[in-house]
């Protein structure tokens, strides 16, 4: 018997324990072990029910997600043939699930008769995450057992299903009272199933699926659903998969699954959502750190700064239940900061995401002060006064004297230099910074800055902590705007370039979200602000701004006071959330192309494209190459999840590889011909990108 699989024989049940960790990932060892353990006890005359369990406590995450893409994927037994050879044993087979059933996980335990759960199981189908959808029957069993609009509810937003809401839909058919009863309870159930005669697979709950739908019940869920699936195929590929389901006897519906699958992990995006996965998981090894790294304990937080985003960090780590002190200056400042935060929770209460309890809850989590001696017991302290570095340093020094030896000291700042911050304490080794990104109890990225002096358990303990509180960590070292603002700088120089050459702002960002990023650069600069990318501009024009038209058209913006959203008017017109397009900036842009001698010209969208993306890809490397970041796949996390880029294209440096990093050279050289003085200044291929080409490399990576 495999190692892959524990099998015990007792009082007629034969139970199967997974036991490949961390995850039971359903590799072709498993999934040959598990078929060979079913089938085994199916035989044994002695057996007369079978009990499956995750021997680790874990039930089983799905399929080995290091497989797709290789041959692997379908290695026989490949897992549609294991579990519908699974379907077909003459014996009950119940499915223990603790803690988690996902994915291929998932569609093992619907591939047993009876699924039985505990207080902490969560269920799901998460494979649109990956540009995938269920491949091994999970499109065509859970309709059949939920109905088509929860199977379709699962598999588009590839949530998880807590046990309580598992049990209702009939995913679950008994719950145990604990983790540590589950597969005591499992076996009690297998037993009343075996006296009561059950058959091996009870009647479908939906054996026809579309009975019961409105006829055009499919076609409307689709129309309401695709403009939110922008140009992914997955989500078209659950449909599609989920249609069959409704026409085609499960057989043939199973053959569809196949066939769609197939589709999708063979496509560019899945391919993109997978190295996202797996940069995931990369982000957090860091040299120098491993599990041997002690980890200071954070027990309370402090926060300086009530405003918008010293509110949304409070918020993370009272939403986890860490209790925070929150400092400001002015008694109404402080105020206004908690009624925020308050007001925050109740829109989510509002809309039913929170209740009224959990609410207070945390909200009792929070103090305000406005001393400085309140902060002495914290044992991580992050700052988020105004972006100003004599402003940060003078907060340092105090919380130099006031705080306890050990406490983390943090800067939020989005660009500043953290060594300087660090060198007005005595403790450089203790401070760090940690970029939120606005709104700060919604983004998932944080940038953990490691300065010269950080120490090794300080990096190692706000990693973890950034993870505690939801946030995607990823290592940055120290250089002006870390490496996501460092990338905005050349790729929003570009777009104001463009503007004063002849585009506008509209047919800029109609490129950008044409790729699917959430957001157009001079919507996402009216969004934070056009006086706050302003005054970042500002603080470094000195070091880069060589050139006379170097985002004019946002200084102008500026200093007329036209901010963005804040004030109702930036690059665009706003009448509420209503966006409008200000024909005044395309005047505004005439006008300054004239005194800046720019020529105005008609603009194609793939010159946006190519000098707005390319642009950003180069900083990225050269960031790479500095040492400032760890790896590309780091930069594609950050870009992801702090900027919106999409993640079925994997981030600017995926991106990047899928175009051709020799593509992308011969575009930045083109341009720094083809546009005179200008391309000259800016267009200069990052050395590593002319490394990496010339040595035929495809993968960005350091060498
Ligand atoms: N395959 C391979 N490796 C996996 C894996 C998987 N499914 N899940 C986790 N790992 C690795 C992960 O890379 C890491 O490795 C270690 O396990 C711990 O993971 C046919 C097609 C389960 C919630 O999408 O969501 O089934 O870095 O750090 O924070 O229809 O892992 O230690 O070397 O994330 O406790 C569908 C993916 C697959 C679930 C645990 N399933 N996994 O989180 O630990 S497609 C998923 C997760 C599929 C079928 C389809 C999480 C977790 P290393 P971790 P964690």
Same mark, same amino acid.
């Given at each position: 018997?495999?190692?892959?699989?524990?099998?015990?024989?007792?009082?007629?049940?034969?139970?199967?324990?997974?036991?490949?960790?961390?995850?039971?990932?359903?590799?072709?060892?498993?999934?040959?072990?598990? $078929?060979?353990?079913?089938?085994?006890?199916?035989?044994? @005359?002695?057996?007369?029910?079978?009990?499956?369990?995750?021997?680790?406590?874990?039930?089983?995450?799905?399929?080995?997600?290091?497989?797709?893409?290789?041959?692997?994927?379908?290695?026989?037994?490949?897992?549609?043939?294991?579990?519908?050879?699974?379907?077909?044993?003459?014996?009950?087979?119940?499915?223990?699930?603790?803690? =988690?059933?996902?994915?291929?996980?998932?569609?093992? /335990?619907?591939?047993?008769?009876?699924? &039985?759960?505990?207080?902490? +199981?969560?269920?799901?189908?998460?494979?649109?995450?990956?540009?995938?959808?269920?491949?091994?029957?999970?499109?065509?069993?859970?309709?059949?057992?939920?109905? &088509?609009?929860?199977?379709?509810?699962?598999? $588009?937003?590839?949530?998880?299903?807590?046990?309580?809401?598992?049990?209702?839909l009939g995913i679950l058919d008994r719950l145990a009272d604990s983790a540590g009863q589950l597969l005591d309870c499992a076996c009690q159930f297998a037993r009343e199933l075996i006296a009561s005669g059950a058959p091996a697979?009870?009647?479908?709950?939906?054996?026809?699926?579309?009975?019961?739908?409105?006829?055009?019940?499919?076609?409307?869920?689709?129309?309401?659903?695709?403009?939110?699936?922008?140009?992914?195929?997955?989500?078209? !590929?659950?449909?599609?998969?989920?249609?069959?389901?409704?026409?085609?006897?499960?057989?043939?519906?199973?053959?569809?699954?196949?066939? =769609?699958?197939?589709?999708?992990?063979?496509?560019?995006?899945?391919? /993109?959502?997978?190295?996202?996965?797996?940069?995931?998981r990369e982000a957090g090894k860091i040299p120098g750190i491993d599990a041997s790294t002690p980890l200071r304990p954070i027990r309370k937080v402090a926060v300086i700064g009530a405003g918008t985003m010293g509110g949304g960090?409070?918020?993370?780590?009272?939403?986890?239940?860490?209790?925070?002190?929150?400092?400001?200056?002015?008694?109404?400042?402080?105020? %206004?900061?908690?009624?925020?935060?308050?007001?925050?929770?109740?829109?989510?209460?509002?809309?039913?995401?929170?209740?009224?309890?959990?609410?207070?809850?945390?909200?009792?989590?929070?103090?305000?002060?406005?001393?400085?001696?309140?902060?002495?017991?914290?044992?991580?302290?992050?700052?988020?006064?105004?972006?100003?570095?004599?402003?940060?340093?003078? &907060?340092?020094?105090?919380?130099?004297?006031?705080?306890?030896?050990?406490?983390?000291?943090? +800067?939020?700042?989005?660009?500043?230099?953290?060594?300087?911050? /660090?060198?007005?304490?005595?403790?450089?080794?203790?401070?760090?910074?940690?970029?939120?990104?606005?709104?700060?109890?919604?983004?998932?990225?944080?940038?953990?800055?490691?300065?010269?002096?950080?120490?090794?358990?300080?990096?190692? +303990?706000?990693?973890?902590?950034?993870?505690?509180?939801?946030?995607?960590?990823?290592?940055?070292?120290?250089?002006?705007?870390?490496?996501?603002?460092?990338?905005?700088?050349?790729?929003?120089?570009?777009?104001?370039?463009?503007?004063?050459?002849?585009?506008?702002?509209?047919?800029?960002?109609?490129?950008? +979200?044409?790729?699917?990023?959430?957001?157009?650069?001079?919507?996402? =600069?009216?969004?934070?602000?056009?006086?706050?990318?302003?005054?970042?501009?500002?603080?470094?024009?000195?070091?880069?701004?060589?050139?006379?038209?170097?985002?004019?058209?946002?200084?102008?913006?500026?200093?007329?006071?036209?901010?963005?959203?804040?004030?109702?008017?930036?690059?665009?017109?706003?009448?509420?959330?209503?966006?409008?397009?200000?024909?005044?900036?395309?005047?505004? @842009?005439?006008?300054?192309?004239?005194?800046?001698?720019? /020529?105005?010209?008609?603009?194609?969208?793939?010159?946006?494209?190519?000098?707005?993306?390319?642009?950003?890809?180069?900083?990225?490397?050269?960031? !790479?190459?500095?040492?400032?970041?760890? %790896?590309?796949?780091?930069?594609?996390?950050?870009?992801?999840?702090?900027?919106?880029?999409?993640?079925?294209? #994997?981030?600017?440096?995926?991106?990047?590889?899928?175009? #051709?990093?020799?593509?992308v050279l011969a575009g930045i050289e083109h341009y720094r011909q083809s546009l005179g003085e200008y391309g000259r200044m800016w267009f200069t291929p990052a050395p590593l990108l002319e490394r990496l080409v010339a040595a #035929?490399?495809?993968?960005?990576?350091?060498?």
């Amino acid at each position: 018997m495999s190692s892959l699989v524990t099998y015990q024989v007792e009082d007629g049940l034969a139970l199967i324990g997974l036991a490949r960790p961390p995850v039971n990932a359903l590799g072709q060892p498993l999934r040959e072990a598990i $078929l060979q353990a079913c089938e085994r006890a199916d035989a044994d @005359a002695a057996v007369r029910a079978i009990v499956l369990y995750g021997a680790n406590g874990l039930f089983c995450a799905g399929a080995d997600i290091s497989e797709f893409g290789s041959p692997a994927s379908f290695a026989a037994p490949d897992l549609p043939d294991v579990l519908l050879r699974l379907t077909r044993l003459d014996k009950p087979l119940v499915a223990a699930i603790g803690r =988690l059933a996902l994915g291929g996980g998932l569609e093992l /335990a619907l591939a047993c008769g009876y699924r &039985v759960g505990e207080p902490q +199981t969560h269920v799901g189908l998460p494979e649109i995450n990956l540009g995938l959808l269920p491949g091994a029957g999970g499109t065509q069993r859970l309709p059949r057992l939920v109905g &088509v609009a929860p199977a379709l509810e699962m598999m $588009l937003s590839g949530a998880q299903v807590p046990a309580a809401r598992a049990l209702e839909l009939g995913i679950l058919d008994r719950l145990a009272d604990s983790a540590g009863q589950l597969l005591d309870c499992a076996c009690q159930f297998a037993r009343e199933l075996i006296a009561s005669g059950a058959p091996a697979r009870p009647a479908e709950r939906f054996p026809d699926p579309a009975s019961g739908l409105e006829a055009d019940f499919l076609e409307r869920y689709r129309a309401e659903q695709e403009p939110r699936w922008k140009s992914r195929l997955a989500p078209r !590929l659950v449909f599609s998969a989920v249609e069959a389901a409704c026409l085609l006897p499960l057989e043939q519906g199973l053959a569809r699954e196949v066939a =769609l699958f197939k589709q999708a992990e063979d496509s560019l995006q899945s391919q /993109a959502q997978r190295h996202v996965f797996f940069a995931e998981r990369e982000a957090g090894k860091i040299p120098g750190i491993d599990a041997s790294t002690p980890l200071r304990p954070i027990r309370k937080v402090a926060v300086i700064g009530a405003g918008t985003m010293g509110g949304g960090i409070a918020m993370n780590f009272i939403n986890v239940g860490i209790p925070v002190t929150l400092l400001e200056r002015q008694g109404d400042a402080l105020d %206004r900061g908690l009624a925020q935060i308050r007001q925050n929770y109740s829109i989510s209460v509002k809309r039913g995401k929170l209740s009224e309890e959990r609410l207070e809850q945390r909200m009792a989590l929070l103090t305000g002060t406005l001393d400085y001696a309140d902060l002495a017991d914290a044992d991580l302290v992050i700052e988020a006064v105004f972006e100003q570095l004599q402003i940060k340093q003078e &907060v340092f020094r105090q919380l130099d004297q006031v705080c306890k030896p050990g406490a983390i000291l943090a +800067t939020n700042t989005s660009s500043l230099d953290v060594d300087q911050i /660090a060198a007005v304490t005595t403790r450089a080794q203790d401070v760090i910074g940690l970029h939120f990104f606005s709104p700060a109890n919604v983004m998932r990225l944080l940038e953990v800055v490691n300065a010269r002096e950080t120490a090794a358990d300080v990096l190692a +303990t706000t990693l973890r902590m950034g993870r505690t509180i939801g946030k995607v960590p990823v290592v940055s070292g120290v250089c002006f705007g870390f490496i996501g603002n460092r990338m905005l700088e050349p790729y929003a120089r570009e777009a104001h370039r463009l503007v004063l050459e002849g585009a506008t702002p509209e047919q800029v960002d109609a490129v950008l +979200t044409g790729l699917d990023l959430n957001m157009g650069v001079f919507s996402m =600069l009216d969004l934070a602000g056009v006086d706050v990318n302003f005054l970042v501009r500002d603080a470094n024009r000195a070091a880069i701004a060589h050139d006379p038209s170097y985002c004019r058209i946002g200084d102008e913006l500026y200093s007329l006071g036209r901010y963005g959203q804040k004030t109702g008017r930036g690059f665009y017109l706003y009448e509420g959330r209503n966006r409008q397009n200000d024909y005044e900036v395309v005047a505004l @842009a005439e006008r300054l192309a004239g005194e800046l001698h720019v /020529a105005r010209r008609p603009i194609a969208d793939q010159e946006i494209h190519d000098r707005c993306l390319f642009m950003l890809i180069n900083e990225g490397i050269q960031l !790479l190459d500095e040492g400032i970041a760890l %790896r590309a796949g780091d930069i594609d996390l950050v870009w992801i999840n702090g900027y919106g880029f999409p993640a079925h294209l #994997g981030g600017p440096m995926h991106y990047a590889e899928q175009l #051709g990093l020799d593509k992308v050279l011969a575009g930045i050289e083109h341009y720094r011909q083809s546009l005179g003085e200008y391309g000259r200044m800016w267009f200069t291929p990052a050395p590593l990108l002319e490394r990496l080409v010339a040595a #035929g490399k495809t993968r960005i990576e350091r060498f």
